[in-house]
């Protein structure tokens, strides 16, 4: 029950609180928003790779060879390139999407919908095998979803919506992560053998996050003095969950 409760906890704090400091971050002006958003952005970047290779498929292997743990990584990845390509969930800054912006709108909620209820069980499924695991990935979850709920603002409201409407339908799809969460929760307990699938899609999907969208992004900016702060924020995230990780096995 416990574990129930953390879980829970974890589970606002990634969704609603998200929301909600994303939320904060548009009453700052548009300068310093595009600043903040990059550098959390750059430091999500960080705690994902972290998260991924140092803590989850670490743990997948106490459980399962690590050629199957790699396997279902590997199938992981090309799931959500399968899922990105077709509901576009995630921020588009290309000809094809303001010209398209009016349809983006409904596109972006569902696809933040699905994004959410992915996490929600990851979530799930890190507090399962251990309470450190899931502070650290809540942790990682929470600094990629702030600057993604920050795009996602900026495609609603140039989608037509208000700035209340783009905040109840940002909340509205968050809580997907709340029911998927505590559905594997239930799930999971039953069915203990699948925690290690669950812990290498994890790994998939955080790995995916950062290799394919937020890299990406980050190349965008090539000036010497910027990339600098890029590479060492990405340092940053990695070191933070290292820390993490050589206290969970510490404790162990």
Not at 30 to 40: D, F
Not at 115 to 128: E, K, M, R, Y
Not at 243 to 252: D, E, I, P, R, T
Request: net charge negative; glycine share 6%.
């Amino acid at each position: 029950m416990l574990v129930l409760i953390y879980i829970i906890i974890a589970l606002l704090a990634a969704s609603v609180g998200s929301i909600a400091l994303s939320g904060s971050l548009l009453m700052l002006n548009n300068k310093w928003l595009e600043r903040v958003s990059g550098y959390l952005l750059y430091l999500a970047g960080g705690t994902l790779l972290g998260s991924a290779l140092l803590g989850l498929i670490p743990e997948a292997t106490e459980s399962m060879d690590i050629e199957n743990v790699l396997i279902w990584v590997l199938i992981g990845i090309l799931f959500f390139f399968i899922l990105e390509k077709f509901i576009l969930w995630r921020m588009c800054h290309d000809e094809n999407c303001e010209r398209q912006i009016h349809a983006a709108g409904p596109m972006i909620i569902i696809g933040d919908a699905v994004h959410n209820a992915i996490d929600g069980v990851v979530i799930a499924a890190s507090f399962l095998t251990s309470i450190e695991l899931g502070i650290f990935v809540t942790l990682s979850v929470v600094l990629h979803e702030i600057p993604q709920e920050v795009g996602d603002f900026g495609v609603l409201i140039k989608s037509g919506y208000t700035r209340k409407k783009a905040m109840f339908y940002n909340l509205l799809s968050s809580s997907s992560a709340i029911v998927a969460g505590v559905a594997a929760y239930f799930l999971l307990s039953y069915i203990e053998n699948f925690l290690p699938y669950a812990l290498a899609l994890a790994a998939a999907s955080f790995l995916y996050i950062s290799l394919a969208d937020l890299i990406p992004e980050m190349h965008k900016e090539t000036k010497p003095k910027q990339s600098l702060i890029q590479f060492l924020l990405i340092l940053l995230g990695v070191f933070i969950i290292f820390l993490s990780v050589m206290n969970h096995n510490h404790a162990h």
